[in-house]
């Protein structure tokens, strides 16, 4: 059989019988043999995994079919980009969404959870050119049609691997509804809003100042942005130069005053923009620059003078309080111009070298022509002073370009009336953030709302579907209702062109909540069943980026909110509180994690990347050095159950989650400790005849254990329920683990075996089936965190019908408060806290648990005495007293002899405080010769305790991380927690030590004192 039982004669005498209908059950199920002997052996996710997905595509397909008649939950997936491969970041959002998918399903509701991947515009033009870069071309080579079938054809093979990937996940999605972003109804959805945000005049067309990406030419979001802070001088290398460009500096020059023996002195960071000067602007309450009103300066590189203008919002204290203007790259300085009708220079071009009008310098690149200007700053006597300076440099995230603010003719949405009502609706509670500390980012965002910059200069995405004629813009779904639109307007035309442009990214992901379920037509099915959407969970990262403007835009084209609930996770880090990044080296791959992966493969990856550009040379050193650091040894394979229980463990509700591969190792134990628990349960049921679950009554007579057990499940039940009703997934995985580690397995179990070993069948047929109906419980409240597994193991419980654990009803609080007991569960606290106590004592001290004797002494002596044989099962030691503090220990008890508070020759005697009313005394008696050999033991283990608290405390010393970014709070915390565990251990090893010594004096005097009276005699 596969469930093997350590009693063997009695397990193959049962077997042989095949007592119940159950077994040809599980013979069939375990067809496979060898594969599932090695999966009970050794948990290995490979062997079962690939097997469960097959069985939940069929599944899946029949329920389908099977309508539900329970209210229905709608829910989107944040669309990943299909510019590679899924990241942790991904698999904490799909983790999270699918167990809350789960739970909601197997309480009756009809779970829509809708699947789509985003075309990712800069994203995936960025990889798309790479590769033509590789084969010699670039995308003006092909022409845009030629271009865009290319990057269609990357699309297809990529957007095929990232829905495997979510596929192997193991997620509860309906593929059936599956889109992408640049699909024909989205793109139809996508033309629709254009055409009726356009219509209703809230579209516009100027030129502004806009993010500008060199390497792409073309605008990119503020999201898109990257901001490298640097504190002073730093070398960065920036993409078209052959040598690092230098940052963080203060450029301070003067600007000679016309007619006057005076100089301003103003400061830049940037002083190739002083091609672009058009003005010196002072604060008129500046008394310094009293005398200057109205006059003019010199420009150092041209013949032009510019006006000193006067202006408030110029800080007096900042540098010399004297600013120059550059509207055409400044965004503060474009206002500034705006006030005073300054004139507009554009300097820079759209590669990132320098116009025509820059007289010498055009054509240069800008930072060489920085360098140059510098240099003839200092030529003309110019150049006061040059130092370090703290700043923050923008960076494409794509390209690692630095951005330049150019003015360009771009496309703007006004959301001044849409921003309104988000705030409106947040402030009223109509819409709820969670957590609610993300509120006030919300806030600003929308205080401060300005026109949204929603074209691109690209050729993958959503062309705008706006058109030009001599008279001026339509927009159409296409050219023949342009042309038709223009001459109804103007009558005839001469000429039309659409827009080259495309659309930001975002605004067809902020479509998704209503286009994914049929908008524009509101009088769908889908539509009007699906939207809006019952809750909304990402990232904290888009929250303005992408909720605020899914709020927006679906508040305006369908007169509702997407949602009224958002629910925001934290940002994935690595151990240390870090970003993952490649520039770091410190990324993850959630695959790695999954299959396991060594050293050695790992740098493989790592050099794959660097081959097909994904990575610079930098970072492919920086990463192997970091990964080397990390994962001496690789990580091991841990399964999609442990990575998927790891995230959603952790607090996913801060701002930052910690991911540790070591933390999914230990989950996976935790998988194999269910595993443990099913099949010693299941073994002994069909030891006991156990052929269906058979949930206890109040009426049956059950142990004090069993009552105990029942009411913990019930317990955690409410909690777990309690934790996902609130959206906090972690909180109910936590829950589960203390229940199932702590109370199931590590206490109940163990109180179990004395129950299955009586000679009353009753007691043990009682015992089995608390214990079948305790796993069966947990093993359906585990369902949604570890799916995997659980789908497995449930298919070995003792019952009749064959229904996968995912399909069967979620335990509920209602079903189960009966059972609450809290007088019960208070009286074994006490009983447990002292079981600690006395574990923790024999653990630190290296005793044998069957030669102590333990004397318990409390204030609670009634409780402990009326469950001692839960202590005594527990504790399993020589011999257990129980009394209350100052009661006298008689002769008959065995331990007259010993006195509590005070060492003995022939023994020791261990104390420690459970609580104020509560301590243990362990005493062991031992032979000189066993205790010398105690003594060797705990010796060595001082002296391994001494150094761990050394290399503890090097690692948070100020020295050791001298040049280094001061450790995250949540490492010093741990470091802190391990130091003070090691010093208290060290503590009582010291006690130990010196009550060994004590005794060892006192047996020698107790020796010589023989010796003389035997000498005297």
Not at 23 to 48: M, W
Not at 225 to 237: A, P, Q, S
Not at 630 to 639: A, M, S
Not at 692 to 703: K, M
């Amino acid at each position: 059989m596969f469930w093997q039982h350590p009693c063997s004669v009695r397990w193959c005498l049962i077997s042989a019988r095949n007592i119940h209908s159950g077994v040809s059950r599980r013979q069939k199920l375990i067809s496979d043999t060898e594969t599932f002997k090695n999966f009970i052996q050794g948990n290995a996710p490979a062997l079962y995994e690939a097997r469960v997905l097959d069985e939940w595509k069929t599944l899946w397909a029949q329920r389908k079919s099977q309508d539900r008649n329970g209210k229905t939950i709608s829910m989107l997936l944040p669309p990943p980009n299909i510019t590679g491969n899924l990241h942790l970041g991904h698999v904490l959002t799909v983790s999270v969404q699918d167990v809350l998918a789960r739970w909601y399903h197997m309480q009756g509701f009809n779970v829509v959870w809708i699947p789509g991947t985003d075309h990712a515009g800069i994203a995936t033009q960025v990889v798309v050119e790479k590769s033509l870069k590789k084969e010699g071309l670039s995308r003006h080579n092909l022409g845009r049609d030629a271009f865009i079938n290319r990057v269609k054809k990357w699309q297809q093979d990529k957007g095929g691997h990232i829905t495997e990937q979510l596929t192997k996940l193991g997620l509860r999605l309906d593929w059936s509804r599956e889109y992408f972003t640049m699909d024909e109804h989205q793109t139809q959805a996508v033309k629709h809003a254009i055409i009726q945000l356009f219509d209703d005049e809230l579209l516009y067309r100027e030129n502004a100042l806009v993010n500008w990406c060199c390497v792409l030419k073309s605008t990119i979001s503020d999201v898109e942005v990257d901001h490298i802070l640097v504190e002073g001088k730093t070398e960065l290398k920036v993409p078209g130069y052959d040598k690092p460009v230098v940052f963080g500096q203060l450029y301070n020059f003067a600007y000679k005053v016309c007619d006057s023996d005076e100089e301003i002195v103003v400061s830049t960071t940037r002083p190739e923009t002083i091609l672009g000067d058009v003005a010196i602007a002072v604060n008129p309450k500046d008394s310094r620059y009293a005398h200057l009103h109205r006059a003019m300066v010199q420009h150092p590189f041209s013949d032009s003078k510019l006006p000193i203008v006067l202006d408030e919002t110029v800080e007096i204290e900042f540098g010399t309080g004297a600013m120059k203007v550059t509207p055409a790259h400044d965004k503060t300085d474009f206002q500034i111009s705006r006030k005073h009708k300054l004139p507009v220079i554009e300097i820079i071009n759209e590669d990132g070298t320098l116009k025509e009008n820059c007289g010498e310098y055009k054509g240069l690149k800008r930072f060489d022509a920085r360098k140059k200007i510098i240099e003839d700053l200092d030529s003309k006597g110019l150049l006061r002073s040059v130092q370090d300076h703290e700043m923050s440099i923008p960076v494409c995230s794509r390209t690692r370009d630095v951005i330049e603010l150019i003015l360009k003719p771009q496309w703007f949405l006004d959301c001044k009336q849409m921003g309104e009502k988000a705030l409106e609706v947040v402030r009223t509670g109509e819409l709820t953030i969670e957590p609610s500390n993300h509120i006030p980012a919300w806030n600003i965002w929308f205080e401060n709302t300005e026109a949204w910059c929603i074209s691109r200069q690209l050729w993958w995405g959503h062309r705008l579907p706006l058109y030009h004629c001599e008279h001026g813009w339509v927009a159409a779904h296409d050219v023949e209702e342009a042309k038709k639109k223009a001459e109804a307007k103007w009558g005839t035309i001469t000429m039309l062109e659409q827009d080259e442009d495309v659309l930001d990214t975002w605004f067809s992901s902020a479509l998704l909540p209503f286009s994914s379920v049929g908008w524009p037509n509101t009088n769908s099915s889908d539509f009007q069943q699906l939207y809006p959407l019952t809750f909304m969970e990402t990232g904290h990262d888009i929250l303005c980026f992408w909720v605020a403007r899914m709020v927006m835009l679906g508040s305006f084209f369908t007169g509702q909110l997407p949602f009224s609930k958002v629910i925001l996770h934290g940002m994935i880090c690595d151990s240390q509180g870090r970003k993952m990044s490649k520039s770091l080296g410190n990324t993850i791959e959630p695959e790695h994690v999954v299959s396991g992966i060594s050293l050695q493969d790992m740098n493989k990856t790592l050099k794959t990347s660097l081959d097909t550009g994904v990575i610079t040379a930098d970072e492919y050193q920086t990463s192997l050095k970091t990964q080397k650091s990390l994962f001496p040894q690789g990580i091991p394979e841990c399964g999609t159950d442990a990575l998927r229980y790891t995230l959603c463990s952790q607090t996913v509700s801060n701002t930052i989650v910690h991911f540790d591969p070591n933390t999914c190792a230990l989950n996976k134990r935790f998988g194999n400790k269910i595993l443990n628990l099913s099949k010693f349960t299941c073994c002994h049921a069909e030891l006991l005849g156990i052929t269906e679950i058979q949930c206890p009554t109040e009426l049956s007579p059950l142990t004090v254990p069993e009552r105990w057990i029942l009411s913990r499940l019930a317990n955690t039940i409410s909690e777990v329920n309690t934790s996902l009703e609130s959206f906090n997934v972690h909180l109910a995985a936590r829950s589960l683990k203390d229940f199932l580690y702590g109370d199931l397995c590590d206490i109940f179990v163990e109180l179990s075996k004395y129950l299955l070993a009586s000679e009353d069948e009753r007691v043990c047929l009682s015992a089995g089936n608390t214990l079948v109906t305790s796993l069966d419980a947990s093993l359906r409240l585990m369902s949604p965190f570890m799916p995997f597994l659980m789908h497995i193991l449930y298919k070995y419980l003792p019952r009749r019908s064959d229904q996968s654990v995912s399909e069967c009803s979620y335990p509920l609080s209602l079903d189960w408060s009966h059972w609450r007991d809290a007088t019960l569960e208070e009286e074994i606290a006490t009983v447990l806290d002292v079981v600690s106590a006395i574990r923790r004592i024999t653990s630190v001290n290296n005793i044998a648990g069957k030669v102590a004797d333990v004397v318990i002494t409390s204030q609670d002596h009634t409780v402990l005495s009326k469950h001692s044989d839960i202590l005594s099962n527990l504790v399993r030691t020589k011999s257990l007293l129980i009394t209350s503090p100052g009661e006298s220990i008689g002769d008959s008890s065995g331990y007259a002899s010993v006195d509590l508070n005070k060492q003995q020759s022939n023994s020791f005697t261990f104390s420690d405080t459970v609580s104020p009313s509560t301590s243990v005394h362990i005493i062991v008696r031992n032979s000189e010769k066993s205790v010398t050999q105690h003594e060797k033991l705990m010796r060595d283990k001082r002296k391994r305790l001494k150094k761990e608290i050394e290399k503890t405390m090097k690692l948070m010393s100020p020295e050791k991380r001298k040049g280094k970014k001061p450790l995250p709070e949540h490492v010093q915390e741990g470091f802190m927690n391990k130091l003070n565990s090691l010093q208290e251990e060290l503590s009582q090893v010291e006690t130990f030590l010196e009550m060994a010594k004590d005794a060892s004096r006192i047996r020698h005097a107790d020796q010589l004192s023989k010796d003389q009276q035997n000498g005297v005699s």
